[in-house]
């Protein structure tokens, strides 16, 4: 019987069809989905983080009421995701156990400081753009919850990103000091962007069985890539120099080539010494200690509910 099934769950990846949570599934391919979509889901928790820190200085009541709307998404786009890590199994209140134990991990890019408000305007274009960039393909991920959950987000991804855009074009439009500002920001965030992609395929453990299970559709490398060439013109017409003295344009390769990568930099951040590591996971742990009597008390309404 589990040949059988094997062999149906084979045969719908092979077909393009979706694996939906009361199918057979190999274990290793639920764990992989757990791992992805949790860290997938704390990033957007941790990511309210940098931008928060902005929302009682935001410079107009514009500004405040966009940044607001944007960082409550952000919230909304993790508890979607934790509902659908539920469907395969796990609880949401271990995986906030597992992430503020830092036995899961969270993208990278929430670990560095927003320093000025112009940073916000460079995390919706920069950090917000990889992220579309990312996440468009995996609307057609194999696992439905996944990719249907990814349709939304994708949707106020690209809103995230305009406004970002946005934002700098204003700044941009403004006095030397503010374009300085612009970047500055541009010049902190640009590498980081780029390492949100992950490994180098050629470092990168998880991403032959994935793309075999065709959980991701493009290898870290490939999106990478995308995004520089999409970035570019971007830049360009924003009037800002992004920091890369290699950056060119090949036309054999029909790509802009890039310089080289501080991977070293990256697995700092991993193992938890980036800039703001500490302080985003502590953060974090407070929210959820300080959160506790809410749950108490639902859990009592709920049991109060139950037994009347
Ligand atoms: N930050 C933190 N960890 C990372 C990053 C990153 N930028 N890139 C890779 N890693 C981790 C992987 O999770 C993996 O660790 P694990 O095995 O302990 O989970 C390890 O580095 C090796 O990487 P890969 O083998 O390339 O891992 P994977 O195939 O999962 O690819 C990727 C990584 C591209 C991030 C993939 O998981 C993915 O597409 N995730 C969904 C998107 C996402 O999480 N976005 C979050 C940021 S965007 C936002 O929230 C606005």
Redesign the pocket.
Same mark, same amino acid.
């Given at each position: 019987a589990e040949e059988s099934l094997e062999r149906h769950f084979e045969h719908t990846i092979e077909r393009d069809q979706r694996i939906e949570p009361r199918d057979w599934m190999p274990d290793a391919y639920r764990a992989t989905m757990v791992?992805?979509i949790a860290? @997938?889901a704390h990033? #957007?928790i941790i990511?309210m983080q940098p931008e928060g820190d902005w929302i009682t200085r935001a410079p107009s009541l514009r500004r405040k009421a966009i940044l607001l709307a944007k960082v409550q998404d952000?919230a909304g @786009?993790g508890l979607y995701l934790y509902s659908a890590t539920e469907t395969l199994g796990v609880d949401r209140a271990d995986l906030t156990t597992r992430l503020i134990e830092r036995r899961q991990?969270? *993208?990278?890019?929430f670990n560095y400081p927003t320093l000025s408000y112009a940073d916000v305007g460079v995390i919706g274009w920069l950090?917000?753009g990889?992220?579309i960039c990312?996440?468009v393909p995996?609307c057609r991920s194999s696992y439905g919850p996944y990719a249907r959950a990814m349709i939304r987000i994708c949707k106020e #991804?690209s809103f995230h990103q305009r406004q970002g855009y946005e934002l700098l074009l204003t700044m941009m439009r403004g006095t030397d000091a503010q374009r300085a500002m612009v970047q500055d920001a541009v010049d902190r965030w640009w590498w980081p962007s780029l390492?949100?992609?992950?490994?180098p395929d050629a470092d990168?453990?998880?991403?032959a069985q *994935?793309m075999a299970w065709k959980i991701?559709r493009h290898t870290?490398d490939e %999106?990478r890539q995308r995004f520089v060439d999409m970035t570019v013109p971007q830049a360009e017409a924003l009037g800002v120099t992004l920091p890369d003295p290699d950056l060119r344009w090949n036309p054999d390769r029909g790509h802009y080539d890039f310089g080289p990568i501080d991977w070293d930099e990256?697995k700092r951040? %991993?193992r938890g010494d980036g800039p703001c590591n500490a302080e985003r996971v502590a953060r974090r742990r407070r929210a959820h200690e300080e959160g506790a009597w809410v749950r108490e008390a639902a859990a009592a309404h709920a049991a109060k509910r139950r037994d009347s």
């Open positions: 791992r992805q860290q @997938h990033s #957007e990511g952000e @786009h991990k969270y *993208s990278s890019i950090v917000d990889a992220a990312n996440q995996l #991804e390492m949100m992609f992950g490994p990168s453990p998880n991403t *994935s991701k870290n %999106l990256f951040v %991993l």
